[in-house]
């Protein structure tokens, strides 16, 4: 059997889901919760599942977008856009509501391209919120809006919901 990381890597598609792939980014966000579960306090319901239960608003609501990730048409992960902030409430900014890449497709770019493609896709302004306890995503981010904006933008630290969190603000724009 060959290893993912062995793979050489030929397609990377974000594919806006439609209504019936929520089963799938259902199941993704379990993986996900999971993942998140060593930095945030999430609980497992009786049905030992984590849920998400803004999924179905995806479809309800115009200014949500969600996209499942494939890599040469295999499932690889998938993100979750929405208009809003979450830190200032200004309904003008784009926010990465949930972004998340299988392990084992992590650490070869994928998710770098992932985000510049999401964010080329909604010009304007953009927040990234980034969990203080969680480094790796911390170095992902500075690392991906760097390469995007082409230069370093500092985070600024603030609460929400008693958490500290690291809020990236940019702003992306077509390109043709």
């Given at each position: 059997?060959?290893?993912?990381?062995?793979?050489?890597?030929?397609?990377i598609e974000v594919i806006a889901a439609v209504p019936e792939q929520e089963p799938i980014l259902a199941n993704l966000l379990e993986l996900y919760?999971?993942?998140?579960?060593?930095?945030?306090?999430?609980?497992?319901?009786?049905?030992?599942?984590?849920?998400?239960?803004?999924?179905?608003?995806?479809?309800?609501?115009?200014?949500?977008?969600?996209?499942?990730?494939?890599?040469?048409?295999?499932?690889?992960?998938?993100?979750?856009?929405?208009?809003?902030?979450?830190?200032?409430?200004?309904?003008?900014?784009?926010?990465?509501?949930?972004?998340?890449?299988?392990?084992?497709?992590?650490?070869?770019?994928?998710?770098?391209?992932?985000?510049?493609?999401?964010?080329?896709?909604?010009?304007?302004?953009?927040?990234?919120?980034?969990?203080?306890?969680?480094?790796?995503?911390?170095?992902?981010?500075?690392?991906?809006?760097?390469?995007?904006?082409?230069?370093?933008i500092p985070s600024v630290r603030v609460e929400k919901d008693g958490e500290c969190w690291h809020l990236f603000s940019f702003e992306s724009w077509?390109?043709?």
């Amino acid at each position: 059997m060959t290893k993912l990381s062995e793979k050489p890597l030929v397609h990377i598609e974000v594919i806006a889901a439609v209504p019936e792939q929520e089963p799938i980014l259902a199941n993704l966000l379990e993986l996900y919760s999971h993942d998140f579960s060593e930095f945030y306090d999430i609980e497992l319901g009786a049905d030992g599942r984590f849920g998400y239960k803004y999924l179905p608003l995806y479809w309800e609501e115009p200014d949500r977008h969600p996209f499942l990730v494939k890599i040469d048409g295999n499932l690889a992960g998938f993100v979750l856009v929405k208009r809003g902030s979450e830190v200032s409430g200004n309904e003008d900014i784009w926010d990465v509501s949930e972004f998340f890449i299988v392990r084992g497709y992590r650490r070869r770019g994928i998710g770098m391209k992932v985000a510049h493609e999401v964010w080329r896709r909604f010009p304007g302004r953009w927040e990234v919120r980034v969990m203080q306890s969680n480094h790796s995503a911390m170095e992902f981010w500075e690392r991906a809006i760097t390469m995007f904006i082409g230069e370093m933008i500092p985070s600024v630290r603030v609460e929400k919901d008693g958490e500290c969190w690291h809020l990236f603000s940019f702003e992306s724009w077509l390109t043709s």
